[in-house]
């Protein structure tokens, strides 16, 4: 099933062809906006070619694509409000070498700073390094990569965004580095294989959200021993005072006034 957008259409609307059984469009170069789930479930979707004057793509305008292998986003795009595909197949971005707003760094869509991730190709297996310049890890950004099964976080990161890690289901253990000073609702739910979670944060933040940065099991939450009591009574974690456990943060001694869950 095919079919070609008519000239002079300006915007595709949210939800504009979800569901349906696409497997070619072709857009015009009179197109400006994609809006959030524009193309939502159009897993028969092979190929989207967006046009040069394409300024705006909402959030997941190509949420569960699922047959899209790579995304080229033009020199023209200046706003891109979240994550825009989180397809089964999906291993790149590819994005225009004049484009000043945004970039591609080995296939992961980042703004043009380098500093946050905007949107992970989730079809790729194996491990993924955040770049050390990465200071902001983007809303839904990781969202259902199912395959990658080990995340290094690094030292330097501030943020981890809403639904950031939701659904990442290889993912047995995550650490967070002492760095962060905000991780947002849902931002690891959905995580079934996780096993440990370990906080290198000095001081715990209270956890304005919501809802729950995690809430899939009862993995334990190891913190800096010094810490473990603040972390019982800060407001949010205060939520996992059960599964709390002191560490020292470069090894694995269980503090005083502790149970080892292990």
């Known amino acids: 099933l095919s079919y070609t957008v008519p000239d002079g259409v300006l915007k595709i609307a949210e939800s504009a062809f979800h569901d349906t059984e696409l497997k070619n469009i072709s857009l ?12 939502r479930h ?31 986003i033009p020199s023209s795009v200046t706003t891109i409000s979240g994550a825009i595909c989180n397809g089964a197949n999906l291993q790149e971005f590819i994005v225009a070498p004049s484009n000043t707003r945004f970039k591609a760094v080995d296939g992961v869509l980042m703004n043009y700073d380098g500093t946050e991730i905007v949107n992970y190709p989730t079809g790729r297996d194996g491990s993924y390094t955040v770049p050390q310049d990465v200071t902001s890890i983007g809303k839904s950004a990781f969202q259902f990569a199912y395959g990658m099964d080990e995340l290094i976080l690094n030292e330097g990161l501030l943020k981890i965004g809403e639904y950031a890690f939701y659904d990442c289901d290889a993912l047995t253990s995550i650490t967070i580095p002492s760095s962060v000073k905000s991780i947002s609702s849902w ?32 993995c334990p939450i190891y913190v800096p021993n010094e810490s473990l009591e603040a972390y019982k009574t800060t407001e949010g974690w205060s939520d996992y005072a059960d599964r709390i456990f002191g560490i020292e943060v470069e090894g694995s001694v269980v503090g005083p006034g502790t149970e080892n869950p292990e």
């Open 187 to 218: 931002a690891f739910s959905g995580c079934q294989s996780l096993t440990k979670i370990t906080v290198n944060i000095q001081t715990p933040f209270s956890l304005y959200r919501t809802e729950p940065f995690y809430d899939t099991n009862n």
């Open 28 to 39: 015009p170069e009179s197109l400006q906006v994609i809006e959030s789930e524009a193309f």
């Open 42 to 72: 159009a897993s028969e979707l092979v190929e989207i070619n967006l046009p040069e004057g394409l300024v705006e793509i909402g959030c997941y305008a190509f949420r569960s694509c699922h047959a899209l292998t790579s995304i080229t």
